[in-house]
């Protein structure tokens, strides 16, 4: 693919800005000779990323850009000044940042709509003790065992892939492929690093706690149908198809990622019915001679555990907008028994690291999509989620 200036200095200001910020571009796959010159280049100074990006707004206003793509460079090239503004010294308030970095009104979770998921919680969580000694003995019986870990998400990743195949059909290139590797001490439980070439590896963090219960989510979320597929996708039709050269770098703060987490946290809801999901769990992927809950009761427990991954955005609303310590958010999160406290500690290590801190407002996207098409989008409106250059104003 041959580039034009703009495009050149749109993926250069990127990578420039990674070299402040590591881990700001998550991948990247354009020309190699652009991030050779930037990775022996010296550091660029945040002024001069700051002109850097005025010459490139310059050139990007005489684009003649169709007008869904237009717009969604625009955005971005918000985002990115909003970054160098940040790398300028300037102090920018928490969901200013949010707004300016992902296109994105966040909203705080009414506190009700949990409370409301706590009774149910009491109803699906049967057994002695109180609610929070029942969910962490249930949270210990379905903890999957380290060395089984790996054979068992590779088998929701296979599961995943061929419905993905049957529910759209001719929408994953022939020679995409996953890989995993394992990894230790991460704030997260598994990532979806994409290397370009239809092929992504997948991290799964051994230091977290895992759940049979869990492995079709993940499989779902970041492969088949969720970030691995969305990006082969992109690969294949906005990069190689239509010359898309921003697809070739992907900007961990810009309003792509909500769509992109929304896409992960609604995936399976889009392959499966919550009868479905547990069905395949139980009977494809991770057999077990006991259930100690019917199938009834797994599926609350699972619409419990879909309800409170809101709750994290919660948490960083409150840290950072209302300015609760620790311990605060830790009585708060308390307050709805729910929560193991070793979810909390994640939850507050997640949501307190410099990178992640704005970023955990991206999985409002789940709102997003849903709000707009239901909490089981259809297969027709996930396509063209993966398919094309979407912004969150654009689900509002």
Known sequence: MELDDFA?????????????????????????????????????????????????????????????????????LIAIKTIIRKLNGESIPYLEQVKNLFNLEPVLYDDNFFYGLTKKAEEMYEGKGTLSERIKRIALQRTI??????????????????????????????????????????????????????????????????????????????????????????????????????????????????????????????MFSPTESIRSLIEDIHPVPIIEASIDALIGQGEIRRGFRRFESNLAYHKYVNKWDDNKLIDYAKNFKVIPDTSIKAHLKFISDNLWAPYIMTYQGERLITEKYGVRPSPKDFRKLLTEQTLPSDLT
């Open 8 to 76: 050149k200095d749109y993926i250069l200001l990127g990578l420039r800005i990674n070299k402040h910020i590591n881990g700001y571009v998550e991948h990247y796959y354009g020309p190699p000779k652009l991030k050779k010159n930037v990775d022996t280049e010296e550091l660029s100074s945040p002024n001069k990323l700051l002109n850097d990006w005025k010459n490139l707004k310059t050139k990007f206003q005489n684009k003649n850009f169709e007008k869904r793509r237009y717009r969604f460079l625009d955005n971005t």
């Open 145 to 270: 065992p380290s060395d089984r870990l790996i054979d068992l998400y590779w088998k929701a990743l296979q599961l995943t892939k061929m419905r993905t195949k049957e529910v759209f059909s001719k929408l994953l290139p022939d020679n995409e492929k996953i890989e995993i590797a394992e990894v230790e001490n991460q704030s997260w439980q598994m990532y979806c690093w994409y290397k370009g070439n239809y092929t992504s590896k997948i991290e799964v963090n051994l230091s977290s706690h895992h759940y049979w219960t869990h492995l079709l989510y993940f499989a779902c979320h970041e492969g088949y149908p969720g970030h691995h597929t969305e990006r082969v996708v992109r690969e294949k039709l906005l990069y190689r198809k239509k010359g898309y050269f921003e697809s070739s770098i992907l900007l961990i703060y810009s309003p792509e990622m909500v769509i992109s987490e929304g896409i992960g946290v609604t995936a399976e809801n889009v």
